[in-house]
């Protein structure tokens, strides 16, 4: 471990889709703002990238996703309105999301996949590495995945992308990796992705999750790549080209994620999510637990 390469200090957020499967509740409310207990999903993701010491954030948004920027803003009316009661409990919760990272936003325009979002970044990361965290996907703080990506990236220079082991029968809901081992236990040698392959077809059952540290190399490729699967500029299709071709921009690895990961993008997940992480908090779990068990044994 003795070469070096650049700082990673940017975080890109893709956060521009229409979260059709939590319709009709995303009619009006983009979906990274549902909350989960009693905060948006999409705070736990900027909390995650700040925690990695990722504190330049650019979110990628698209029409009615204003109550994105709005949320990490400052409120000063609600923050007035706080002061003179003398709730300092919660005006600290208002005022953190507002001090939590530098936030910067841009809007895809048009809706045309996951790489040309990550795209739509080009201008503001230039030519320095940089994460991209998928809002979809909350990672549990005391699982610190991107951290680790980050460290590996820094390092061996190149593409670092989070894996998890899957089910072979779900793995036609993933971008699939087929790997080789290094030298760490965690970490993996990407040779080759396909996006959502049938089982049968599939080259391992290691999925790709929602979390990517990437060398810029990216942007010149995702300029050449032609749609892929459902009609969209995939992601994985240009990290196929990485992975296969060292000397485009470096080697791409993969970190294999066993910790705790909530997907808010589907509804029962998120519902488990929002159970999970109130059973676990100081403040809720006692009294949520106690009625939880005998809703379950004397209700269900």
């Known amino acids: 471990m003795t070469q070096s390469h650049p700082k990673i200090s940017k975080a890109v957020i ?3 889709g229409l979260g059709t499967r939590f319709l009709p509740a995303t009619k009006a409310t983009p979906k990274e703002m549902l909350p989960v207990v009693d905060k948006p999903a999409i705070q736990y ?17 698209g029409r009615n996703k204003r109550p994105l920027e709005d949320h990490f803003d400052r409120n000063y009316e609600l923050e007035s309105a706080l002061t003179r009661k003398g709730d300092a409990e919660r005006l600290a919760k208002v005022q953190e999301s507002s001090d939590l990272a530098t936030m910067h ?24 590495p940089f994460a991209v965290l998928l809002g979809d996907d909350l990672i549990d703080p005391r699982d610190p995945l991107l951290a ?9 220079g190149g593409s670092v992308i989070a894996l998890m082991e899957v089910d072979p029968a779900q793995i036609h809901l993933y971008g699939c990796a087929a790997v080789e081992p290094t ?28 979390r990517y540290v990437l060398d810029p190399a990216v942007f010149a490729i995702l300029r050449e790549t032609e749609p892929g699967r459902g009609g969209e500029i995939q992601l994985t299709d240009a990290l196929q080209k990485l992975a296969v071709d060292e000397k485009l921009g470096g080697p791409v690895h993969g970190v294999v994620f066993k910790g705790r990961r909530y997907d808010t993008g589907d509804r029962g997940d ?31």
Not at 45 to 61: C, N, P
Not at 106 to 113: A, E, I, L, M
Not at 148 to 156: F, G, L, T
Request: contains cysteine; hydrophobic residues 40%; charged residues 25%.
């Open 45 to 61: 993701v900027v909390e995650e990238a700040v925690s990695a010491g990722l504190s330049d954030v650019l979110m990628i948004t």
């Open 105 to 128: 936003y841009v809007r895809q325009g048009d809706p045309r996949g996951l790489g040309h979002a990550v795209l739509c970044a080009a201008p503001h990361v230039g030519d320095q």
């Open 183 to 210: 030298q760490y236990g965690d970490v993996v040698k990407i040779t080759g992705l396909v996006e959502k392959p049938e089982a049968a077809e599939a080259p391992s059952n290691y999925a790709i999750i929602g």
């Open 148 to 156: 680790r990506m980050v460290e590996i990236q820094e390092v061996h």
């Open 14 to 16: 893709p956060a521009a």
């Open 270 to 300: 998120y519902l488990r999510a929002i159970v999970r992480l109130a059973c676990e908090r100081e403040d809720l779990g006692p009294e949520f637990r106690t009625w939880l068990r005998r809703y379950v044994t004397e209700e269900m």
